[in-house]
């Protein structure tokens, strides 16, 4: 049974262009979280997604950035126009259920750098 | 929201030493888990522990929730154990993981 995967593991975006993360949940999981962490700080959460609803997108800049999980494939958390201080590692976490009470499980992080 | 306090920040220790890391947090909750994230950068799940005690080798944790805090105990310390140690945790009215600020542990050869 495979964990969660993240991809790219690294992504290197210059000023101005894109980024897209992708994280495919453990098997059976429909629940989706990302977290940034910045570089020295702790994890904060951005957005909670179970498939093809948004549930607390409160962790979430309110300009640029946006998430989606769709009923097939990954959940992505996309970028645009992206600036130096979004540079940080983004985990996502899934569970099987809504997650007051549950065990995440987290990917191993995608690393963006911005030039 | 609920606040996390994770003491000390940083920690420095020789192998086969003893540790003592503390959560402690504002509000009650349902759900607390300890994590450690290594020199790589991949956390690793440790306990799942919003009360009682559990140990799982040279680790265990105790969580007291009606004190509201939590305790992760390393014994016998080895190099391999450096890293960041997360504590986080989810209010009983919320469905969210909240961390701390993390504990740096380091331990020397």
């Known amino acids: 049974n495979a964990g969660v995967m993240q991809n790219p593991r690294h992504l290197v975006r210059r000023r101005g262009q894109e980024a897209r993360l992708r994280c495919s949940p453990m098997?059976?999981?429909?629940?989706v979280y990302w977290y940034r962490q910045l570089p020295e700080e702790g994890l904060k959460f951005m957005v909670y997604?179970?498939?093809?609803?948004?549930?607390?997108e409160s962790g979430m800049p309110k300009e640029r950035f946006s998430a989606e999980f769709p009923k097939e494939g990954p959940s992505i958390l996309r970028i645009q126009q992206v600036v130096r201080g979004d540079s940080a590692a983004y985990f996502c976490?899934?569970?099987?259920?809504?997650?007051?009470?549950?065990?995440?499980?987290f990917g191993s992080g995608t690393q963006l750098s911005v030039l | 929201g609920i606040q996390v306090e994770q003491s000390p920040p940083d920690l420095i220790l020789q192998e086969g030493a003893n540790s003592t890391l503390r959560c402690n947090f504002s509000?009650?909750?349902?759900?607390l888990q300890w994590f450690h994230q290594n020199p790589w950068g991949q956390l690793i799940n440790l306990f799942y522990?919003?009360?009682g005690t559990k140990q799982n080798g040279r680790l265990s944790a105790t969580t007291v929730a009606t004190e509201r805090y939590s305790l992760l105990y390393i014994s016998s310390s080895q190099t391999t154990d450096s890293g960041v140690y997360f504590c986080?945790?989810?209010?009983?009215?919320?469905?969210?993981?909240?961390f701390g600020e993390g504990t740096q542990l380091t331990v020397n050869p």
């Open positions: 976490a899934s569970s099987p259920n809504r997650g007051a009470g549950e065990k995440l499980f």
């Open positions: 098997k059976g999981h429909s629940h």
């Open positions: 997604l179970q498939k093809e609803n948004i549930i607390d």
């Open positions: 509000d009650s909750v349902n759900n």
């Open positions: 522990i919003p009360s």
């Open positions: 986080a945790v989810v209010e009983t009215s919320g469905s969210r993981l909240t």
